[in-house]
């Protein structure tokens, strides 16, 4: 009895261990998702600071519309705080419904008035009062400080002889061709204008609104001025900058040396900017709602900015183009970049516009697209829309006579007065049953001339063919269309980038976004899912899943195609036809019976080739990029002063558009990952390529990368970017809009997230702002604003360059070290580790087309040789760059996070779930990635027996983004999750199960083992007993 008894009490001893073991297991093991908390200190102030005004003006918007004294009886007899006052706002909009209003309220009272109003039922929001500034050309920083409030494109400069504000300011260049103006090449000409006006069409009974400085009363240029309406806080009507009056002149002027397009237009002048070019948010809201309240037919807006989150003016935006207003709007003066639409233009619901000269060349002004508001899981919409004459045209001066202006808001008002003219094509009383803002977008984009060189993201459907549009219209019937309508891989350059690299089986998906146009009406849905129609057997390895707008409001909508081939055509060479349709419908037209109805039509003609080689391909991180809006993200060099944000999008064919196409011409494929690094396979890719990365890092992907480097073999490179706390905090600015400090929300990379991924790898960024020229192997670089290496592993290759430390506490140093006791910082690390290879530089801007001084591409081209193909350049890797002792540096001395911003509130990461989203392969859609412990097994690689990943016609689609399941629920909810992309004997791969799941089973497992153990020895030592008890008997 007491062996029996010592068994139980071992055994229960043990039972308990067991459990024990298996808690702390499950706790210790890492999280799919930790927490990380921030401290956010007060940011330190002056008294001065601290006394800066002491009351705010903020927008109150509505649910309804209501007379405004209706809004403030309400908030009066709601509102029990202090410290806040209803501001009455005197302008024509005063005697209609409005749906704001603005107050006043005291920063000591912020909190508990804004929290009291946000609360009640019939508030929508509350926003700041934004002062916008449209600034010169130049830039919307003068001296390092930002222009407060919304900041708009930049206004067109002359050409002529004579001064005008733009000019004297203007940054761009002046030399351009005067031979046309000396002609006076009319612009109307150029459209074949008078084809339309011998038909006495010249823009009658069409109400034009043209928002911006305002025209005089008596000018002789125009027949028809029907109303002149002040916004501003100034005591006039008159437009005393020019630019007003000369919008109105390319739209209606009459006068034969600068003839507009639609004399006979009605002209609503709007002044919403004073003579310092200074607006409000509630000028604008309160015009807009006039417009909307005089019906107005079309309106004209050659202004924009970047931040397309200032929700008040979006939304009311699609307020104005859904009552059937037609918005025609320059996209902007930031060109030649790439990812720079302004907003509105950048809007689906509104007439982009973006110049071009006599030649049919893109302006150098001219913004370029894509849209980046999808970035980073998805991809941008073509923009603009059209392209129009935007250098040296000739229009109205401020009293009389002609001048000529430059510049996208000059190719905005020559899209106007197309408009306005074909607008009175149609007879007056049918003009609202057939005209809106989808149906005149797609007579434009349909009758557009193509340019033979552009690509779309720089001419959109092409240069304005007023004739064809024309023609158009004329037999038009209500009807939905595509935007763009074709995607053809053989037509370069203007398919660009898709042209240039093709499909093949493996890759991540290839994001095309299109508009749907609704002219049926300003509201329409998608009827059934949209299908893929081969037009060959070979399209069957074509599968696409789509992502749309189940409602389209208002008046157009998106269609996103991901697109990838099929693993059983991994060594197919060909192109693959089709057609991609979907069914739209409307609610029926007064005096119709039943709904409207239309079919839209997408042809797609692709290239696929085989899969290449693992070392040829390259994957680019796009998740971790950060941009403006909504944070303060500053610039790269801090070498630029007119430019302090980064709003590019940081995105493969946005602002490294260059560098893509030089992979490309060096035989790299390269994709684009928009989703953490568990989400790709590792043994598919020769690279990982991460550059100018703002945001932090999920423990799984640390994790991750570690194994994949040093186990699977993939290389890794990084370009890296200034981080520097005192710097940041330096470039803080005092906003007169929300009465704060704003402040970076890190600097130009996140270097403390950095060195935590690379970590593993013994390699850490430092926090001097380096800059300076070097040459390595005759080849000429410029450090712009460039950090430095101060941990690195030996037997790894570091270069060192004599380059000047401009950050707060480098300036110092610079003077002090001098001769041989100034080392110079290193800059440059190569290392192999395990199977892989690491690739580490402090500075991205020489890969930036933003501001690049000079380019590194041969830099890049030679570190992707060595993280891909293990090609060592001679010079790269010579014995005197060789560390034979690591370079160590104490942990306190490593950049640290700063711990005044909130930084989760612009971070993918911080407070987020590690999820993979559609741009991801469509078997990890939904779900946190590839297992890290069953590697090999989880997925195919190209070549081998495939999966078929189509259903019928190869198709899956998703209205909304994918579900979100725990990996415990993969298995049960597979059918759910996988939307029918798989039967039960084409799937042969485990589905995904977080890793602290597996280790808790394992000990589980275990621990069934030892109890088990355990009852087989006491079932020994009883047969043992009983036989010798039987014995004993005998």
């Known amino acids: ?61 509505f649910k309804q ?21 209803w501001i009455e706002r005197i302008n024509p909009a005063a005697k209609y419904p409005t749906d704001f209003g603005v107050l006043w309220i005291e920063e000591s009272e912020k909190d508990a008035v804004v929290g009291e109003i946000e609360r009640l039922e019939m508030v929508k929001d509350v926003n700041v009062e934004f002062k916008y500034q449209r600034v010169l050309l130049g830039g919307s920083f003068l001296d390092g400080k930002k222009r407060p409030g919304k900041i708009f494109t930049s206004m067109s400069f002359e050409e002529g002889t004579d001064s005008s504000p733009m000019t004297d300011t203007s940054n761009t260049t ?20 008078d084809h339309l006006w011998k038909k006495g069409y010249t823009g009658a009974k069409v109400k034009m609104a043209i928002f911006d400085t305002g025209i005089r009363a008596d000018h002789p240029h125009f027949r028809r001025i029907k109303e002149r309406t002040n916004w501003t806080n100034e005591d006039t009507l008159n437009d005393n900058l020019g630019h007003g009056t000369f919008v109105a002149g390319v739209i209606a002027g009459q006068n034969s040396e600068c003839l507009g397009f639609a004399s006979d237009t009605e002209i609503y002048a709007f002044r919403v900017f004073t003579d310092a070019q200074v607006s409000y948010t509630s000028w604008f809201l309160d015009a807009f709602n006039y417009a909307i309240a005089t019906d107005m037919d079309v309106l004209n807006l050659s202004i924009g900015g970047p931040d397309y989150l200032d929700l008040p003016f979006v939304e009311k935006v699609w307020e104005i183009t859904a009552s059937n207003i037609i918005m025609v709007s320059a996209i902007g003066n930031d060109g030649p970049l790439y990812g720079t639409l302004n907003n509105p233009a950048d809007q689906s619901d509104v007439i982009g516009v973006g110049g071009i000269d006599y030649d049919d060349h893109i302006a150098s002004f001219s913004s370029r697209g894509m849209s980046t508001w999808e970035l980073p899981h998805g991809y941008g919409r073509v923009k603009p829309d059209v392209v129009a004459y935007g250098r040296d045209i000739m229009g109205s001066k401020i009293s009389t006579g002609c001048k000529s202006l430059s510049g996208t808001s000059v190719a905005s008002p020559v899209v106007a007065g197309i408009v306005c003219l074909l607008v009175s094509v149609i007879p007056e009383a049918r003009r609202k049953d057939l005209l809106n803002p989808a149906s005149m977008k797609q007579a434009l984009v349909e009758g557009a001339a193509k340019l033979s060189g552009p690509n779309m993201y720089e001419q959109g459907a092409g240069r304005v063919d007023l004739l064809e549009s024309y023609e158009i219209l004329k037999s038009y019937h209500p009807r939905a269309s595509i935007f763009p309508s074709i995607l053809d891989y053989s037509d370069c350059p203007y398919s660009w980038p898709f042209c240039r ?93 039943g709904l409207r109805r239309s079919t839209c039509s997408l042809q797609l003609k692709l290239k696929v080739i085989p899969t290449p080689p693992r070392a040829k391909r390259i994957l680019w991180d796009q998740f971790h990029s950060i941009k403006y809006p909504p944070g303060y993200i500053p610039r790269d060099s801090l070498d630029v002063r007119n430019d302090i944000l980064d709003w590019h999008g940081d995105h493969l064919h946005t602002n490294f558009h260059i560098m893509y196409n030089m992979l490309r011409d060096a035989g790299y494929y390269i994709e684009t990952l928009g989703s953490p690094l568990t989400c790709f396979d590792a043994q598919q890719y020769g690279t990982l390529l991460m550059v100018d990365l703002e945001d932090d890092y999920f423990p799984e992907e640390i994790e991750k990368l570690r194994d994949d480097v040093i186990n699977t073999g993939l290389g890794l490179v990084v370009f890296a970017e200034w ?47 380096l800059n300076g020229d070097f040459s390595i192997d005759g080849e000429q670089s410029r450090y712009a604003s460039g ?14 360059f004599p380059l000047l430390d401009s950050s707060e506490s480098g300036a110092t140093q610079n003077l002090l070290l001098t001769g041989s006791s ?4 290193a800059v440059l690390g190569l290392l192999e580790i395990g199977e892989g290879r690491v690739g580490v530089y402090g500075d991205s801007n020489c890969l930036d087309s933003s501001h690049m001084v000079t380019n590194c591409y041969w830099l890049l081209k030679k570190m992707l040789d060595f993280s891909s193909s293990k090609i060592k350049d001679p010079v790269l890797f010579s014995k005197f760059a060789k560390r034979y002792s690591p370079v160590i540096i104490d942990e306190k001395q490593l950049p640290s996070r700063r711990t005044d911003v909130n930084f989760s509130t612009y971070s993918s990461v911080i407070g987020k779930e590690l999820i993979c989203e559609s741009d991801s392969r469509f078997e990890v859609w939904g779900t946190k990635g590839y297992n890290l412990h069953v590697r090999g097994r989880n997925r195919r690689l190209p070549g081998y027996h495939g999966i078929d990943l189509g259903r019928g016609l190869n198709f899956t689609l998703e209205k909304t983004r994918p579900t979100r399941w725990r990996s415990g629920e993969l298995s049960s909810s597979r059918s759910k999750y996988l939307g029918g992309f798989f039967s ?6 485990p589905f995904l199960v977080a890793t602290r799941w597996i280790v808790l089973a394992g000990v589980v497992a275990s621990g069934v083992l030892v109890l088990l153990s355990i009852w087989r020895i006491r079932q020994k030592r009883r047969r043992r007993r009983r036989s010798s008890g039987s014995n004993r008997l005998a």
């Open 174 to 193: 002046l030399n351009w061709s005067r031979h046309l103006l000396a002609q006076k090449t009319q612009v109307t000409s150029m459209f074949g204008a």
């Open 984 to 989: 039960k004997d084409e799937i042969d791969m």
């Open 65 to 85: 519309y209501k007379p405004a004294k209706d809004h403030r009886i309400y908030l009066e007899s709601k509102v029990r705080s202090s410290g806040w006052g």
């Open 501 to 593: 690299q093709p499909l093949y089986a493996g890759a991540m998906p290839v994001i095309f976004n299109t508009t749907i146009l609704n002219g049926m009406g300003v509201i329409g849905y998608i009827e059934s899912p949209p299908t893929w129609h081969p037009a060959n057997e070979e399209g069957n390895l074509l599968s696409i899943h789509f992502k749309y707008t189940d409602v389209i409001w208002p008046w157009t909508g998106y269609l996103a195609l991901h697109m990838q081939i099929k693993e059983e055509g991994a060594q197919f060479t060909g192109e693959i036809e089709g057609n991609v349709t979907v069914k739209v419908y409307s609610p029926s037209a007064p005096g119709e019976s």
């Open 822 to 825: 100034k080392e110079d910082p």
């Open 1 to 61: 009895m007491k062996v029996l008894g010592g068994a139980s009490s071992y055994a229960y001893r043990s039972c308990i261990l067991v459990g024990f073991l298996s808690v702390s297991l499950f706790w210790l093991c890492p999280s799919t998702y930790r927490p990380q908390h921030q401290n956010l200190n007060p940011q330190n102030v002056t008294d001065s600071e601290s006394e800066t005004a002491t009351k705010t003006n903020y927008i109150i918007r």
């Open 723 to 769: 981080y520097n706390v005192d710097t940041m905090v330096k470039m803080r600015f005092f906003d007169d809009n929300t009465r704060s400090w704003w402040t970076p929300v890190t600097g130009g990379a996140n270097i403390p997230a950095l060195n935590n991924l690379l970590a593993s790898f013994g390699i850490a960024f430092g926090d001097k702002i």
């Open 787 to 800: 950090t430095n290496i101060v941990r690195f592993p030996a037997g790894g290759f570091l270069h060192t």
